[in-house]
């Protein structure tokens, strides 16, 4: 009789269904666009990005991009003066400081624009590739447009277009990896590891991926990722020159704890104050290269290879010293590889959830929990249950999601938003 109540049978119909998606979804990203028109005439617009075009303004006018301070000494890596990334990076980025001068402001919309295409070219690509429209109904025909909408909607994504970071196109590039490791091809391989070369060069952790190719026998992918780190290092050597690949080194080791941690996410800072921040840089560092050994062997066997991938791309982000909530934008990745690898929909979507914490100082001295707890549990959580997948042999009964599927069964023979079938027992399909 409770399900008659108030018409809450209708709940359970696939149209009823997406419509309240929609209906909420559509509110959601309503509020983010109002958000970013009122963030663009803020310090935040383009606050990072202006570190990048900056470097690339002192490579035209033969000045250092590493500044005095940051090879002298410990440094905040917060407003410092200079470049935290390599060298290839800033030489890049010279067309964007070239026409700076004349206004900053369409330098800014053009990196928003670019990272706002990546984030839908990857999020549509690795969906179809996977055929998770195969395997949830809703996601049928242009269905995989929810998944953007989803994407969008997460506060990291927002703060990552509005700061100008290069968290989306570095999501891109793994992407473009994982694409290239999922065709099993040798072309896919040197794609695969020419990607993660690429995004190594513009922030270092990446590099963590070149331990998980190595130990997952991609041999070829890992060597096509050095050659492509060397490659592009010789070709823009004219252009940088030879002294800020000698300071780069210092600058990595001089990067010392942030200085205002309100908004750092970085395992590594929680535990600074327990252990001092070297000792805990080095704990954690350890603990993300023997995870990533471990599920790289896995994938070496029957355990799901998208999982192992996954749990790398996550890893590796979460052994920066230095995470602030816009970095878990790269995490939509593997949000969506957990859903190819079967992973329970409800821990994918908790761990979500979980990452839209924010900045609440209504909540005085309880801030920090929404402001950075909530984010760190959810990528903590997308890292366990990930792993958990990567590790846990496949077997020819139901798949992990089965909870889910007995959830979503009704839904799913209507067309509404039903898993179907174990994502592991499929084909690869063609890219």
């Known amino acids: 009789m409770g399900s008659n109540v108030y018409g809450l049978r209708l709940l359970a119909k696939p149209g009823v269904q997406r419509l309240a998606l929609g209906v909420l979804l559509g509110v959601v990203l309503l509020y983010r666009v109002l958000q970013i028109a009122v963030l663009t005439g803020q310090i935040q617009w383009g606050y990072d990005f202006s570190f990048y075009w900056t470097a690339a303004a002192h490579l035209l006018d033969g000045l250092p991009i590493y500044s005095a301070a940051q090879l002298a000494g410990p440094y905040a890596p917060q407003g410092q003066e200079g470049f935290l990334y390599p060298p290839p990076f800033a030489a890049a980025l010279i067309p964007f400081a070239a026409v700076l001068s004349r206004d900053p402001r369409v330098v800014n919309w053009i990196w928003f624009a670019l990272g706002l295409?990546?984030?839908?070219?990857?999020?549509?690509?690795?969906?179809?590739?996977?055929?998770?429209?195969?395997?949830?109904?809703?996601?049928?025909?242009?269905?995989?447009?929810w998944l953007v909408a989803g994407a969008l909607a997460l506060p990291p994504v927002v703060a990552e277009l509005v700061l100008g970071n290069v968290h989306l196109e570095i999501l891109g590039l793994l992407a473009l990896a994982w694409l290239g490791i999922r065709r099993r091809t040798r072309n896919g391989e040197v794609v695969a590891g020419a990607a993660i070369g690429v995004a190594t060069l513009v922030k270092v952790f990446p590099g963590l991926l070149i331990l998980w190719l190595i130990l997952a026998r991609r041999y070829r992918a890992a060597v096509a990722a050095v050659i492509a780190i060397a490659v592009i290092a010789l070709a823009t050597l004219p252009i940088t020159g030879i002294q800020p690949w000698l300071d780069y080194p210092t600058v990595l080791a001089n990067l010392g704890a942030p200085s205002d941690t309100t908004d750092t996410l970085a395992p590594t800072v929680w535990l600074a104050p327990l252990l001092g921040f070297g000792l805990a840089r080095?704990?954690?560092?350890?603990?993300?290269?023997?995870?990533?050994?471990?599920?790289?062997?896995?994938?070496?066997?029957?355990?799901?290879?998208?999982?192992?991938?996954?749990?790398?791309?996550?890893?590796?982000?979460?052994?920066?010293?230095?995470v602030y909530q816009h970095?878990?934008?790269?995490?939509?990745?593997?949000?969506?590889l957990g859903l190819a690898a079967g992973v329970r929909l409800r821990w994918l979507s908790l761990a979500y959830l979980l990452m839209w914490g924010g900045q609440q100082p209504t909540l005085g001295d309880l801030a920090w929990v929404v402001n950075k707890g909530l984010p760190t549990l959810g990528a903590l959580l997308l890292l366990g249950v990930l792993a958990d997948a990567a590790l846990r042999p496949r077997s020819p009964t139901p798949s992990a999601a089965s909870g889910d599927q007995e959830l979503l069964d009704g839904a799913g023979r209507e067309g509404g938003l039903g898993h179907h079938g174990d994502p592991e027992e499929r084909p690869a399909p063609a890219v």
């Open 117 to 145: 295409i990546v984030l839908c070219a990857s999020v549509l690509s690795v969906a179809r590739v996977e055929g998770l429209a195969d395997r949830f109904a809703i996601l049928r025909g242009r269905g995989a447009w």
């Open 327 to 336: 970095y878990l934008a790269i995490l939509v990745l593997p949000l969506l």
């Open 282 to 322: 080095i704990l954690i560092t350890v603990a993300g290269l023997v995870l990533v050994a471990i599920v790289a062997i896995a994938a070496q066997g029957r355990q799901s290879l998208a999982a192992s991938y996954a749990t790398a791309v996550t890893a590796s982000v979460l052994i920066a010293p230095a």
